[in-house]
């Protein structure tokens, strides 16, 4: 008989969570104007709200951090890091960031420009993540979403729903001047499309098309090792390649990427931007030296750099890889057996729930992806959070509501920090309210929000 699978890990070092009465999570989500980023931590049982920064370190990385050099230039953590980003993903230039905002806000600045020399500026991808569509609209710039279709069907089974439409992309480039284009950003997986992958040959291809109109290709790496996984498991041709042959070949085709460490870096914070070209990241430099800080810290402590440097080593590795997106894939299994409408196939780092299908007499003006969240919160102290309308922000020149495709809660599970059986409590909580979805009718009415990344601070309440 084969032998059950189990985690490539034992555990060194445990951290004490509690459960919570109801009536308290009541109190709780009232006083916090029923916005989940203003729930304290320790009134979350299993805290699924991001997968950003909330994984665990292994044992050597904790002890790269004592051997930390804190060196203002030159420091040994740096090379250590600058070693691993040219083994791993084959760049030979990077500046360190503090985490992936602050790198997309350094190369922007180079690539698409400060203040008003944004505007009339188009920079496509594929369903930019939140904080990268920010960027590029403070810079008067328009972010252009060319996914492809079936990304947004969530019962699709399109193993590949990271994709660019590869002919609206074409079609794109032919009929805009190049000079508006300063950037082509691939996110990979994609997280707002639901931590889909993108395949091997949309990668090329989208290369092939930007090389051919001289626009730079940068990739979104925050999870790329998972990406890497899902090419192995589902693209003919790679199922026998190993992970660091399949992320050598993904960054290959690119000109530069950007970072968000706190992802498939496996470090609590941390970032950078990585460059094939020295002269453009020459010219990234002086922005990184004065948002960040001098070209080898960059607004990194040198002990994090030397985390970084294992952690981008540990998330390529196989058995590391299928115990993470495997734990992944059995909450999403747990789900579907409660009869629980959520994205097929499973993304990377996280379930995303339909809230549409869930909650279907919820008004989309009510929020009504936010008004699931609030209601997992309140049946079980789980914590996700809303990728919707809030999320989705208002239109930059109408000011009205964007009402995305898809209104969904994500449900996203931190690196190597919670067991299956807490992913069977966040099943079971799931599938409470699940049964009493008919008694869900009404959702919220925002009464305060910022002018943009409003979901962060906004308040709420009950419509
Ligand atoms: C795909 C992607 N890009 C960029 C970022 C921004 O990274 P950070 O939160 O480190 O600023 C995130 C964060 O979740 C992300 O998921």
Request: hydrophobic share 40%; proline share 4%; aromatic share 10%.
């Amino acid at each position: 008989m084969n032998l059950p699978y189990a985690e490539p890990w034992r555990i060194k070092s445990i951290e004490i969570i509690h459960r919570s009465r109801a009536e308290d999570r009541e109190a709780w989500i009232r006083a916090a104007h029923y916005n989940l980023f203003n729930i304290k931590s320790e009134e979350v049982y299993v805290d699924l709200l991001t997968d950003s920064g909330t994984g665990a370190m292994s044992a050597q990385q904790w002890a790269e951090i004592m051997l930390g050099d804190e060196s203002y230039a030159g420091a040994t953590s740096y090379y250590k890091l600058k070693e691993s980003i040219e083994e791993i993903l084959g760049f030979p230039y990077f500046l360190p960031a503090h985490q992936g905002r602050a790198a997309e806000n350094v190369l922007f600045s180079a690539l698409i420009g400060v203040g008003e020399e944004g505007r009339g500026k188009i920079v496509p991808g594929n369903s930019h993540f939140d904080t990268t569509k920010g960027h590029i609209e403070f810079r008067h710039a328009e972010a252009l979403d060319l996914t492809i279709a079936e990304a947004f069907d969530t019962e699709n089974p399109h193993p590949f729903k990271g994709n660019v439409d590869l002919v609206r992309l074409a079609d794109f480039l032919e009929k805009t001047p190049r000079e508006s284009i300063p950037v082509f950003i691939l996110t990979i997986t994609c997280n707002s499309s639901g931590g889909q992958p993108v395949s091997m040959a949309n990668i090329r291809g989208v290369s092939e098309l930007c090389r051919k109109h001289g626009v730079p290709l940068f990739i979104d790496a925050a999870r790329f090792a998972e990406n890497a996984w899902f090419i192995r498991q589902r693209e003919s041709g790679y199922e026998s390649r190993g992970i660091r042959e399949i992320v050598r070949e993904m960054f290959s085709y690119a000109d530069g990427a950007t970072m968000s460490s706190k992802k498939d870096g496996i470090v609590n914070i941390g970032g950078f931007v990585a460059f094939r070209d020295r002269a453009m990241m020459e010219k990234a430099t002086s922005f990184n030296i004065m948002f960040e800080g001098f070209n080898t810290y960059g607004g990194m402590a040198g002990r994090d750099l030397g985390a970084l440097s294992v952690g981008l080593r540990e998330s390529t590795d196989y058995e590391y890889l299928e115990a993470r997106v495997g734990q992944v894939a059995r909450l999403g299994a747990a789900m579907v057996e409660r009869g629980i409408p959520v994205q097929k196939p499973f993304g990377g780092h996280a379930i995303f729930i339909d809230a549409g299908r869930f909650l279907p007499h919820v008004r989309r003006e009510e929020y009504v992806a936010q008004t699931l969240a609030v209601e997992i919160y309140r049946e079980g102290g789980v914590r996700g959070v809303e990728i919707g309308a809030i999320l989705a922000d208002r239109d930059p020149v109408t000011r009205k509501d964007r009402f995305p495709a898809l209104e969904l809660v994500r449900l996203a599970v931190p690196r190597r920090v919670y067991t299956d059986l807490h992913m069977e409590y966040v099943a079971a909580t799931v599938g409470n309210v699940w049964d009493r979805r008919a008694d869900i009718k009404r959702g919220y009415r925002i009464t305060r929000e910022a002018p943009i990344l409003r979901h962060f601070t906004v308040e709420l309440e009950p419509a």
